[in-house]
């Protein structure tokens, strides 16, 4: 096979791709180069963030909650304990409904009031933070921002709103619902949603700051 003018030889073991099917065939020594598939994009024109740009930012937001929900729990909690009673005060009682009532029915109510509490915090952070620019802690850490899937329109409360509750509300008593939704990214075509994003009608893309 002779090269082209001012090429050298190629290298031992080298065979040049094969003529694309369609194609009509190139003069000697002339080969068609093999071009990446441009990479997915929003409705917008904008690059879709990956599961694992999306994964690390949700990760990044997943400590951040907890922390400050660890912040507030721990003297919550110390000053539930230091309320019940001593449970020596129970030793010659019969009726175990009394002590049920005095010192687990408190835990049970602190339980219970401690769930609203981390839904009313996510609920703060995934729609009131989130809403205005789009992005959380870790979604700015990791450069990608949630949009709408229609170009042009503006990322509304109400589209935040339908994504904490189908990832944060139904995700958290509904079996198996949270690894569903993150994971339906990995085989939805052709924007990558997750079916927070479906139900809220958004995407999430790459963004330089």
């Known amino acids: 096979m002779t090269q082209p003018p001012g090429y050298g030889p190629p290298p031992p073991g080298y065979y040049p791709p094969a003529v694309p099917p369609g194609y009509p065939p190139l003069p000697p020594g002339y080969f068609y180069q093999p071009m990446r598939p441009p990479p997915p994009m929003s409705p917008g024109g904008l690059p879709l963030a990956d599961f694992g740009t999306r994964l690390a930012a949700y990760v990044i937001d997943l400590v951040i909650l907890g922390a400050v929900s660890l912040v507030l ?12 009673p001593d449970l020596d005060t129970y030793a010659n009682d019969a009726t175990p409904n009394r002590m049920f009532a005095d010192f687990f029915g408190p835990l049970l109510i602190f339980e219970a009031a401690w769930i609203v509490v981390v839904m009313a915090l996510y609920y703060l952070y995934a729609v009131e933070y989130m809403h ?3 992005q959380t802690i870790g979604k700015k850490a990791l450069k990608i921002r949630i949009i709408p899937l229609e170009p042009g329109a503006r990322l509304t409360r109400g589209m935040a709103a339908k994504r904490y509750l189908i990832e944060h509300v139904c995700g958290a008593f509904v079996p198996f619902l949270r690894e569903l939704d993150g994971l339906w990214q990995l085989w939805d075509k ?6 927070h994003d479906k139900v809220a009608g958004t995407v999430v893309v790459k963004v330089s700051a």
């Open 190 to 195: 052709p924007y990558q949603q997750a079916l």
């Open 132 to 134: 205005r620019s789009g």
């Open 73 to 84: 729990a721990v003297p919550a909690l110390f000053l539930v304990f230091r309320s019940l």
